[in-house]
């Protein structure tokens, strides 16, 4: 079935770090991903998208990197800010509904 | 504030009582999702409308639930007969879509239900 997959569950930088974090999804049908980052007690905050006709895609501070040919999303964040802190989630769109992995926790120290 | 709204934030009951929650979506949006989210999980998803038809239902959704979206604008969530199982953050969510082009998903901060 879909499952959209991420390899660490917890990744952990300086302030000032650039921080990439990494999802691997199943299925091939899927033509549009999502990052969202999600506070505590808040919902998920919409980051950057991308179709898949693209392979890159670049938004303030952001940077998504699409490779099909592997089905794996990455998102890489610059100079990593203390507000930053959150769970990322990839999340992947076949049809009408989005799939989501189980998210990524950053942790950016001063 | 012109984001997605859910009311109430908190939602606390006892086991076989009936609950519904409430969605605004950003006003112009045509979409409407909900999605359910468990402890440390992602949102998984339970239905979507297109403005007042429900298009999709999820297994997820047992027949103790029902969602309507009356006049295509706001939207209820209900859980009828709750059990332990239903404890969940409850997101929605609303996009525009059409003119044949993806577009993302907003959510709103959900509503936390916890069943007694």
């Known amino acids: 079935g879909e499952s959209v997959g991420l390899h660490l569950p917890t990744l952990s930088v300086q302030e000032g770090d650039n921080s990439i974090i990494n999802c691997a999804y199943s299925n091939s049908a899927s033509d549009y991903f999502i990052w969202y980052k999600q506070e505590s007690g808040k919902g998920p905050q919409f980051i950057i998208d991308i179709r898949s006709n693209m392979d890159k895609r670049q938004g303030q501070r952001v940077t998504v990197l699409l490779n099909k040919t592997v089905k794996h999303l990455s998102l890489q964040i610059a100079a990593t800010q203390p507000g930053d802190s959150a769970v990322y989630f990839c999340?992947?769109?076949?049809?009408?509904?989005?799939?989501f992995g189980t998210g990524t926790r950053l942790l950016v120290s001063p | 504030d012109t984001g997605v709204s859910q009311d109430p934030r908190h939602k606390i009951t006892k086991r076989g009582q009936n609950v519904t929650f409430r969605c605004d979506p950003i006003?112009?949006?045509?979409?409407l999702y909900w999605y359910r989210q468990t402890l440390g999980q992602g949102p998984e998803f339970l239905t979507y409308?297109?403005?007042?038809?429900?298009?999709?239902k999820s297994r997820l959704l047992s027949d103790r639930f029902s969602a309507e979206r009356p006049k295509g604008s706001f939207s209820t969530l209900e859980i009828q007969r709750t059990e332990q199982g239903d404890s969940a953050m409850y997101l929605c969510?609303?996009?525009?879509?059409?003119?044949?082009?993806?577009?993302?998903?907003?959510f709103g901060d959900g509503t936390r239900l916890s069943i007694l």
């Open positions: 969510a609303s996009s525009l879509e059409g003119g044949g082009g993806n577009q993302p998903q907003h």
């Open positions: 999340a992947e769109k076949g049809f009408q509904k989005l799939v």
């Open positions: 409308f297109q403005n007042e038809a429900q298009l999709e």
């Open positions: 006003s112009e949006h045509n979409r």
